[in-house]
T-cell receptor, first 113, second 114 residues
Framework: GEDVEQSLFLSVREGDSSVINCTYT??????LYWYKQEPGAGLQLLTY?????DMKQDQRLTVLLNKKDKHLSLRIADTQTGDSAIYFC?????????????FGTGTKLQVIP | DADVTQTPRNRITKTGKRIMLECSQT?????MYWYRQDPGLGLRLIYY???????NKGEISDGYSVSRQAQAKFSLSLESAIPNQTALYFC?????????????FGSGTRLTVV
């Protein structure tokens, strides 16, 4: 079945860039997502990218997709303490019907002041 | 008001008890999902529903049941709670023109079975 893998933990200093990586196995993945979960809250969609794109930038966030290696990354520029959260990578095939989304295990980002 | 509301936010129950977690949404989405989150395991799908008459099992449906009472309401029941069902439970929705653009999640229900 489909699998999405992430490292469990990342620590960065405030002001540095953070790069959170994700690999997936489903070659039919069409939609790839990054979600953010703050303590005590649900997951919030940060950004998404279609498989026909290599990069997407949205303010401090840059998503890079290497479809050949099935590798997705999220770069957060000028990381702030408010960016401390768990970040989930997720993928979905273009099934045309039910959009089965597979989530990774989440990467906990710790920002050190 | 939140787009997706889950009740209760926290619940402690005893082994063997029946418990219901409720989810309601104001997004107008046709699709609703129940996930559980465990540390180090990410999110696992319990049940999903495309509309009121369509209910489907996810990857870990054993020990759970659901009811889609209306398009806006989707409840999850634990028929006889056991300690390994202690987890954080999330309801999510998707649909309409936003169907491919990710889910909207509720804030979660933290369930502890003792």
């Amino acid at each position: 079945g489909e699998d999405v893998e992430q490292s469990l933990f990342l620590s960065v200093r405030e002001g540095d860039s953070s790069v959170i990586n994700c690999t997936y196995t489903d070659s039919s993945s069409t939609y790839l997502y990054w979600y953010k979960q703050e303590p005590g809250a649900g997951l919030q969609l940060l950004t998404y990218i279609f498989s026909n794109m290599d990069m997407k930038q949205d303010q401090r966030l840059t998503v890079l997709l290497n479809k050949k290696d099935k590798h997705l990354s999220l770069r957060i520029a000028d990381t702030q303490t408010g960016d401390s959260a768990i970040y989930f990578c997720a993928e979905s095939p273009n099934s045309g019907g039910y959009q089965k989304v597979t989530f990774g295990t989440g990467t906990k980002l710790q920002v050190i002041p | 008001d939140a787009d997706v509301t889950q009740t209760p936010r926290n619940r402690i129950t005893k082994t063997g008890k029946r418990i219901m977690l409720e989810c309601s949404q104001t997004k107008g989405h046709d699709r609703m999902y129940w996930y559980r989150q465990d540390p180090g395991l990410g999110l696992r799908l319990i049940y999903y529903s495309f509309d009121v008459k369509d209910i489907n099992k996810g990857e870990i449906s054993d020990g759970y049941s659901v009811s889609r009472q209306a398009q806006a309401k989707f409840s999850l029941s634990l028929e006889s709670a056991i300690p390994n069902q202690t987890a954080l439970y999330f309801c999510a929705t998707s649909g309409g023109a936003e169907r491919n653009y990710g889910y909207t999640f509720g804030s979660g229900t933290r369930l502890t079975v003792v």
